[in-house]
């Protein structure tokens, strides 16, 4: 798959993620997935939307954005949505809607959500220091921890232990950035990051690789 992005086999038309009401008279359809909706990263489901009438156009959502859009036939009830090789970023609540073609405008209420999840090991991110790895002592450094998914938490650890949880970073897309400020020779070390899916916050992904951070200069003068 494209990371980060169904791939999504769609016997009809796709469409863009664009918002559409969910309020409406029509009952609502049921969404299931098969053969599970726990799966391992890599495989194939699909998820099954059931309308209690024929022939009306089915759209499937994830966290309230449109993924695709099937039109049935006169006779049809029952349309398949074919996920493919998914990955961890697959992951969260999905749900489908359908419209009747008599009347377009009135859109169902939508499925009960359904819960996908991927399970197996998080692929590990990427540590680095701006702006450099090795520094003289009152320097301030950013360390950037990048996740290859979107929507997680992240850890920074020195040696393999956590560093104060209040120390502060902030969040851009997909990107953790940390910053260690007036940093001395006791700041040097190994540092690596990982981070959780907030969909499983039980499941930590494997470490980055470590990031060597030196403090450079002479150490100063003890006293007797």
Same mark, same amino acid.
């Given at each position: 798959m494209i990371p980060q992005f169904l791939f999504l086999f769609c016997f009809g038309l796709c469409v863009g993620q664009t918002d559409i009401s969910g309020d409406g008279p029509l009952p609502k359809p049921s969404l299931s997935a098969w053969p599970s909706s726990v799966v391992p990263a890599g495989s194939n489901v699909t998820l099954k939307c059931k309308s209690p009438i024929p022939g009306v156009s089915i759209v499937l959502r994830k966290k309230g954005?449109? =993924? *695709?859009?099937?039109? =049935? %036939? $006169?006779? !049809? $009830?029952?349309?398949?949505? &074919?996920?493919?090789e998914i990955q961890h970023g697959d992951s969260g609540p999905y749900a489908c809607e359908y419209s009747n073609k008599a009347s377009p405008d009135a859109t169902s209420q939508p499925s009960?959500? =359904?819960?996908? =999840?991927?399970?197996?090991?998080?692929?590990?991110?990427?540590?680095?220091?701006?702006? #450099?790895?090795?520094?003289?002592?009152?320097?301030?450094?950013?360390?950037? *921890?990048? #996740?290859?998914?979107?929507?997680?938490?992240?850890?920074?650890?020195?040696?393999?232990?956590?560093?104060?949880? $209040?120390?502060?970073?902030?969040?851009? !897309?997909?990107?953790?950035?940390?910053?260690?400020?007036?940093?001395? &020779?006791? %700041?040097?070390? &190994?540092?690596?990051? !990982?981070?959780? %899916?907030?969909?499983?916050? %039980?499941?930590?992904?494997?470490?980055?690789?470590d990031l060597l951070l030196l403090v450079t200069g002479a150490l100063s003068q003890p006293s007797l």
């Open positions: 954005f449109v =993924l *695709c859009s099937i039109l =049935l %036939n $006169m006779t !049809e $009830m029952t349309v398949d949505f &074919h996920l493919t009960d959500d =359904l819960l996908l =999840l991927v399970t197996g090991p998080l692929p590990k991110p990427s540590l680095s220091a701006w702006p #450099s790895s090795v520094v003289p002592p009152g320097s301030n450094v950013t360390l950037k *921890c990048k #996740s290859p998914i979107p929507g997680v938490s992240f850890v920074l650890r020195k040696k393999g232990c956590v560093l104060d949880p $209040m120390l502060p970073y902030y969040v851009v !897309e997909r990107k953790a950035v940390f910053y260690l400020t007036d940093i001395q &020779h006791s %700041n040097s070390g &190994h540092y690596t990051c !990982e981070y959780s %899916n907030k969909a499983s916050p %039980n499941v930590t992904s494997q470490p980055s690789d």
